[in-house]
């Protein structure tokens, strides 16, 4: 998948905290028209990355670029930012926070108002605008600080944990307005830890461990990239296919068992002795969940 209309490029970035190299090397492409999560485990380095890509911190090595040249002030500008650190001022009222939010970025005091309602009223919050910050439930102090970082028509959109703490009505709305700017030709990049929603969700998906990329495409491309397998239930115990020359075991669990097979002949091998030996009630190519392969390559 290649997108269409703006790109934002990753080039080597790293970074280090003290002895510590939380970034180590990254580089990704967040390209336009597409939905790109960034995944990976608590420490991975993702918010460190999104810090740079912001200008927030300084980066020790790498580059960003923003349409193939180096990223400028005024590009960054122009990006919608939801940082892990929510900055919401709770004694201010929600939409006069907005409104200035907007007007920070260059808005219209009124074209901040309407943008500002029109996005409250996707997250079923317009009825809440006159409220103080402090006064909502964390989930809907979430969604208006998302609707800082959407109301604004931004040219790309990076957000540190834009699903942490949504009801499913929320997750869905969020989905919704994140597909509306993408489908815009923006880039898009959200970090996430709910793998079956970056599933759902993504076109693409950049896994971090440790600092390091260790997998990056579309979903579809990461589940079959592995290696060849193949899962067969049995009538019996499947104990014996350990046996079986050139046929690795992965996983056995009673009469049912994932294996690798070293060439075509072990596999043929196989499966004429699980026929021989009787009932062979399954046998298919597995593809694995996104989780499995999640688990493999951070292992
Ligand atoms: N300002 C800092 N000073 C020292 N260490 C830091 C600082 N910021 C991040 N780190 C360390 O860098 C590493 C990467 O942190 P980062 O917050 O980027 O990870 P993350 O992938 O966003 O994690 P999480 O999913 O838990 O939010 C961690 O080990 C963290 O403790």
Known sequence: MT???AALDVEGLSRSFGDLRAVDDVSFTVPGGLLTGFVGGNGA???TTMRMIMGLLALHGGEVRWNGAPITAGDRRRIGYMPEERGLYPKQKVLDQLVYLGELSGMSRADA????MVTLERF??????????EKLSL???QRVQITAALMTTPDALILDEPFSGLDPRAVDSMTDLLREHAARGIPVLFSSHQLDLVERLCDRLVILSRGRVVASGSVDDLRSRGPVRYRTTLGGDAGWIR???GIHVVDLDGTTALVEASDPPALQRLLRAAVERGDVLDFARHVPALSEVYREVTA
């Not at 108002?113 to 500002?116: H, L, N, T």
């Open 139 to 141: 989930g809907n102090q």
């Open 3 to 5: 997108g269409n209309g």
């Open 243 to 245: 046996d079986v020359g």
């Open 45 to 47: 380095g993702k918010t």
């Open 124 to 133: 079923d919050l317009a009825d809440r605008a006159g409220e103080r910050v």
């Open 113 to 116: 108002r309407s943008a500002v």
